[in-house]
Every structure is written in C-alpha cells, then in structure tokens.
C-alpha cells in the first residue's frame, strides 16, 4: 500500500499498488472498490467505469475529501482519478 486515508464515517482506503486497486476496510471486511488484480494476470491497465469494468495501473496516493469522494493517483497512466463509495 502506498496510500491510506480514512474517512468521516471510519472506513479505511488504501491503494492496493501491486494488485493495481484501491480497496476500502468498511464494517470489518475488505472491499475492492476498482482495479482487477496483478499485473501477472492482466490485471492492470487504463479503463474507466464501474468497479466491475475499470482497470488501474499501480495506483499510488490517495486522500478522501469531505464529501466522501476518494482522489487518487494511478501512477503508470498518469492520471488523477476519483471515485465515492456510498454512505
């Protein structure tokens, strides 16, 4: 992980770097909330879309914005990109 931020409800994101995701820590469970894997699998890549269909490539840092919308860096695809995972 190269990325932790914690929200105002608790939960805990971090960017997953080697698995190309950013997954969240909500209600004791782990989360992928978008990328598709390792890079060994194809799991990296350049896609927008929902969670089922996006594709990063080693996300980096991240920070969660007041409300609830989670910024990050997709480092190999030289992006910001963002996404909010619901209440």
Same mark, same amino acid.
């Given at each position: ?6 929200? !105002?409800? +608790? ?6 770097? &080697? ?11 782990? #989360? ?8 060994? !699998?194809? +799991? ?6 929902? &969670? ?11 920070? #969660? ?23």
């Amino acid at each position: 992980s190269w990325g932790v931020a914690v929200d !105002k409800a +608790g939960r805990v994101y971090f960017s997953d770097y &080697s698995n190309c995701s950013i997954r969240v820590i909500h209600k004791l469970r782990l #989360v992928t909330l978008v990328g598709q894997g390792p890079p060994n !699998k194809n +799991g990296c890549g350049d896609i927008d879309g929902d &969670s089922s269909t996006a594709k990063l490539h080693y996300p980096y840092g991240l920070d #969660v914005a007041d409300d609830g919308v989670v910024y990050f860096v997709d480092r190999q695809n030289h992006k910001v990109k963002m996404l909010h995972f619901g209440p």
